[in-house]
Nanobody, 122 residues
Framework: QVQLVESGGGLVQAGGSLRLSCAAS????????MHWFRQAPGKERDFVAC?????????YYAESVKGRFTISRDNAKNTVYLQMNSLRPEDTAVYYC??????????????WGKGTLVTVSS
């Protein structure tokens, strides 16, 4: 079965950096567009970034993270990454990895990980 396992979350001070990883199994990773979403306490799950299949030549970002976060993929390792720099307290959330049509909303994702918590202290 398909599994997406996120890692790399933790506690960081404002202005710091973290790199999230999402290891995939059970699907043809290179053919899958990959996404990061996040959900803060009491809020809806929001889009963060996505990357196209194969070479990952196309990527999109939420306005709130543009210029600070970078999504990338390593098909040899079946892993997608989210490099997060200049973190802010408002970035605090559970971050989820998902596979589905590129740029689609939450309800169209085919597979989800269980999430990793990122906490940014001020």
């Amino acid at each position: 079965q398909v599994q997406l396992v996120e890692s790399g979350g933790g506690l960081v001070q404002a202005g710091g950096s973290l790199r999230l990883s999402c290891a995939a199994s059970g699907l043809t990773f290179s053919r899958s567009a990959m996404h990061w979403f996040r959900q803060a306490p009491g809020k809806e799950r929001d889009f963060v970034a996505c990357i196209s299949s194969w070479s990952g030549s196309t990527s999109y970002y939420a306005e709130s993270v543009k210029g600070r976060f970078t999504i990338s993929r390593d098909n040899a390792k079946n892993t997608v990454y989210l490099q997060m720099n200049s973190l802010r307290p408002e970035d605090t959330a559970v971050y989820y990895c998902a596979a589905g049509p590129l740029g689609s909303s939450v309800r169209f994702m085919d597979y989800w990980g269980k999430g990793t918590l990122v906490t940014v202290s001020s």
